[in-house]
């Protein structure tokens, strides 16, 4: 009865049970006789000045295993995970911040926690930049008039 109810997921492999997706739409048994395993690899982290970001850049390793465990395929996948930071903070926020982020991306470990924090400042350094440029933008109009 409830192979009767199922549809193929197109593209994934995926067979899903209608009657227990509508109760629970993660619900679902791969077919065949292939599983999958994922693992994220951290690239590196960047600052994004633009976006005024950290930027977690991974690579996503997918297996693709047999019943008995063997692999059948692999892929990888590029990723970035992108984490805003609120403009404004001061210098002994960061490793707060930095903190935060890390409890807020699971691609970074606790270890690089230093990394983030050096981000942190480049994001500091050139938003006290840019907030100079404004200044001195604004006195030159002044003495202008």
Not at 37 to 61: G, P
Not at 116 to 139: G, I, K, P
Request: net charge neutral; with cysteine.
């Amino acid at each position: 009865a409830i192979l009767a109810q199922a549809a193929h997921h197109p593209g994934t492999g995926i067979w899903i049970c209608r009657r227990l997706a509508k109760a629970c739409p993660l619900w679902a048994v791969p077919c065949g006789s292939t599983m999958s395993r994922r693992k994220a690899r951290l690239n590196h982290i960047e600052a994004d000045l633009e976006q005024f970001a950290i930027v977690a850049v991974y690579t996503a390793e997918i297996q693709h295993v047999d019943a008995s465990g063997a692999l059948v395929g692999q892929e990888t996948r590029p990723g970035r995970k992108v984490v805003n930071i609120q403009p404004g903070f001061t210098i002994e926020e960061i490793p707060g911040i930095a903190q935060d982020v890390v409890e807020q991306c699971k691609y970074i470990p606790s270890s690089r926690v230093g990394e983030v924090e050096r981000c942190l400042c480049m994001l500091a350094e050139h938003e006290n930049t840019q907030m100079q440029q404004m200044q001195q933008m604004q006195q030159m109009q002044q003495m202008q008039q």
